[in-house]
């Protein structure tokens, strides 16, 4: 009973911060100034506006405008691109840009997480020596770093100087396998940097404590080895920071990618948010932002409530 009224409070207020969430970036859009409609097509005639801003709801002001939008998108009518020749299909939009942000964000967690744990289960081990001196100060650097910033510098050496991959472009996946990997190589490793330097000093402070605890000196007594000891008896209690650290990751990274994706011209999410800016396809826009809004939340509601359900300390502090 516990658990269900938990995840009843959770998904209420998983709801709750999605809809004020939502509804501040739609009052945001429509006190920026200009008419929207005028905005989306520049070049039609005051009829077919008038269809736009009746479709749309734009013209039954902000609690109306915000009311249809959201009764539209739980109905599953995402909206369209309203251009000039016709209108495109939000929904086949993020058909086809979802991919790619998918496997821009597995691609940066997989390559985050066998970088960081080898280094943070070392370091710990090694704690004050000189390899742990160099590496700590090396992800502090790392981790205050910003990743465009390093997505830029990493093109102009490795795309453009040494010309070892292509600066722009996607392959998919089901295509040209190599091309595809060789294509993602940039862009993963300037979302992966810094992941990789926080989840090393999240591990690395676990493990820490975890060496401290008696049933690790006494697993050490025995005989055991090192490594046996670090994987099977250390590693274990101390990934249960890293991990969820890991898994709130995955709604930031869905609007981290925006920028790098732009960067690197990958058609995903990011790519197409950029586009409805700068077409101005507000009612587009609206949408995508709404998505990763819901998935930010969604993802930090669903590990909030896995860890209170499953972690008996948890638990116990609830009590």
Same mark, same amino acid.
Request: with cysteine; charged share 15%.
């Given at each position: 009973? /516990?658990?269900? !009224?938990?995840?009843?409070?959770?998904?209420?207020? &998983?709801? @709750?911060? =999605?809809?004020?969430?939502? #509804?501040? $970036?739609?009052?945001?859009?429509?006190?920026?100034?200009?008419?929207?409609?005028?905005?989306?097509?520049?070049?039609a005639i005051d009829t077919q506006r008038d269809v736009i801003r009746e479709a749309t709801g734009l013209d039954r002001g902000i609690f109306g405008y915000y009311w249809k939008w959201l009764h539209d998108v739980l109905s599953g009518n995402f909206g369209s691109y309203y251009l000039n020749g016709g209108t495109r299909p939000v929904s086949t939009v993020l058909k086809e840009s979802l991919p790619p942000t998918l496997q821009l964000i597995f691609y940066t967690q997989v390559v985050a997480l066998l970088v960081s744990i080898p280094?943070?289960?070392?370091?710990?081990?090694? /704690?004050?020596? !000189?390899?742990?001196?160099?590496?700590?100060?090396? &992800?502090? @650097?790392? =981790?205050?770093?910003?990743? #465009?910033? $390093?997505?830029?510098?990493?093109?102009?050496?490795?795309?453009?100087?040494?010309?070892?991959?292509?600066?722009?472009?996607?392959?998919?996946?089901?295509?040209?396998?190599?091309?595809?990997?060789?294509?993602?190589?940039?862009?993963?490793?300037?979302?992966?940097?810094?992941?990789?330097?926080?989840?090393?000093?999240?591990?690395?402070?676990?493990?820490?404590?975890?060496?401290?605890?008696?049933?690790?000196?006494?697993?050490?007594?025995?005989?055991?080895?090192?490594?046996?000891?670090?994987?099977?008896?250390?590693?274990?209690?101390?990934?249960?920071?890293?991990?969820?650290?890991?898994?709130?990751?995955?709604?930031?990274?869905?609007?981290?990618?925006?920028?790098?994706?732009?960067?690197?011209?990958?058609?995903?999410?990011?790519?197409?948010?950029?586009?409805?800016?700068?077409?101005?396809?507000?009612?587009?826009?609206?949408?995508?932002?709404?998505?990763?809004?819901?998935?930010?939340?969604?993802?930090?509601?669903?590990?909030?409530?896995?860890?209170?359900?499953?972690?008996?300390?948890?638990?116990?502090?609830?009590?």
């Open positions: 009973m /516990e658990i269900i !009224r938990m995840i009843v409070k959770r998904l209420v207020l &998983m709801c @709750t911060v =999605v809809v004020i969430a939502t #509804f501040l $970036l739609s009052l945001l859009m429509w006190i920026l100034p200009g008419d929207p409609v005028q905005m989306m097509v520049p070049n280094l943070g289960l070392i370091t710990a081990y090694k /704690e004050d020596s !000189r390899l742990d001196r160099i590496v700590s100060s090396t &992800m502090f @650097t790392l =981790v205050s770093f910003p990743g #465009f910033a $390093l997505a830029l510098i990493l093109a102009l050496i490795f795309a453009v100087k040494l010309g070892w991959v292509d600066p722009v472009g996607y392959e998919p996946i089901s295509g040209d396998l190599a091309k595809h990997f060789r294509q993602m190589i940039l862009p993963v490793l300037s979302l992966a940097v810094g992941l990789t330097s926080s989840y090393t000093r999240l591990l690395r402070n676990d493990v820490i404590a975890t060496l401290k605890e008696d049933y690790v000196t006494m697993a050490a007594s025995k005989g055991i080895s090192d490594r046996r000891v670090l994987w099977k008896h250390v590693f274990r209690p101390s990934s249960t920071t890293l991990l969820t650290s890991a898994a709130l990751n995955m709604g930031g990274l869905i609007g981290g990618t925006l920028i790098i994706e732009t960067i690197f011209t990958i058609p995903g999410i990011g790519f197409e948010i950029y586009y409805t800016i700068g077409a101005r396809q507000v009612v587009a826009m609206q949408t995508m932002i709404a998505l990763i809004a819901f998935a930010y939340v969604f993802f930090n509601s669903t590990i909030d409530l896995v860890t209170n359900i499953t972690d008996p300390r948890t638990r116990e502090r609830r009590a």
